[in-house]
């Protein structure tokens, strides 16, 4: 319960001094007191009293459990997300690209400020997908671009199947009726699977869906990087890379962390 509080709030565990002499102990060992001193029984087995060294208050074990809290988190996630796009993707996949590598981008956008400008490219590629006016703003050229930021959905040979599918497909809209009044990569979308269409150019659907999903994973990414300057803070600032992904989706995530239960968390400790 107090690395559950002191994770959601974003606050450091240990203090400068967790001597038994000291007036102050640390977040996690003064936040720990006050819990156990609410309820004799509990107060009858912590700090002091605990069997032998059982204290289950040093760096290791709160780092397992917060290892265990991250995990049941992000399992909780891909569980969320269920099999629409996330079918091949293996846990070691996952922490590598969406976890390991994600945080080393967020270390360059600090250094040089590159997603600021990949950012403008995205939605300028974004851009082409638009309907209006028959499809007006259509850039083959862009799409191709947009597609090569998803190397694990494009391959080299699916890239050429996508500059084909392109040709046909804007060919298509601009001939159909029923796509002249869409407003929207969002209503494309819909009238795409309504249509069908879907079916017929699945690599299109597929730069249309993750278009759509792109603005929500950058305020993903823009909220990662607030959240590490709260958790990566002048008292942190010797803290591990590992450590600090822990911290961040157990902060970023809250409201799933929140849903999962203390059993399960400890049954993965």
């Known amino acids: 319960m107090c690395l559950r509080y002191l994770l959601m709030q974003g606050l450091a565990f240990r203090g400068n001094d967790e001597s038994e002499n000291s007036l102050n102990q640390g977040n996690f060992l003064e936040l ?14 912590v700090l002091k009293n605990a069997s032998d060294n059982l204290k289950l208050t040093s760096p290791d074990i709160q780092r ?32 590598r690209v969406e976890l390991f590598y994600s945080m080393i981008d967020i270390r360059f956008q600090e250094l040089n400020n590159q997603f600021d400008e990949v950012n403008t490219n995205l939605l300028l590629y974004m851009a082409c997908l638009d309907p209006k006016d028959s499809f007006s703003a259509f850039g083959m050229g862009k799409l191709i671009q947009l597609a090569k930021f998803y190397l694990c959905e494009f391959s080299p040979v699916a890239l050429i199947e996508l500059e084909s599918q392109l040709k046909n497909f ?15 990569i969002g209503g494309l979308f819909e009238k795409m699977v309504a249509t069908r269409k879907h079916i017929v150019f699945p690599l299109v659907y597929l730069i249309v869906k993750l278009s759509l999903i792109l603005p929500v994973a950058i305020a993903t990414v823009e909220r990662a990087f607030s ?36 059993t399960v968390i400890m049954n993965r400790f």
């Open 32 to 45: 720990l007191k006050v819990l156990a001193s609410c309820n004799e029984e509990i107060n009858n087995i």
């Open 64 to 95: 397992d459990i917060i290892n265990a809290a991250a995990t049941e988190t992000t399992k909780a996630i891909i569980t969320d997300l269920g099999d629409d796009l996330s079918e091949e993707m293996t846990n070691l996949y996952h922490y």
């Open 170 to 184: 804007v060919f298509d809209m601009r001939m159909d009726k029923k796509f002249f009044e869409i407003s929207g």
């Open 227 to 262: 959240a590490m300057n709260i958790i990566k803070s002048s008292l942190r600032n010797r803290m591990g890379d590992e450590l600090l992904n822990y911290y961040l989706v157990t902060y970023i995530e809250r409201d799933l962390f929140a849903s999962i239960d203390n």
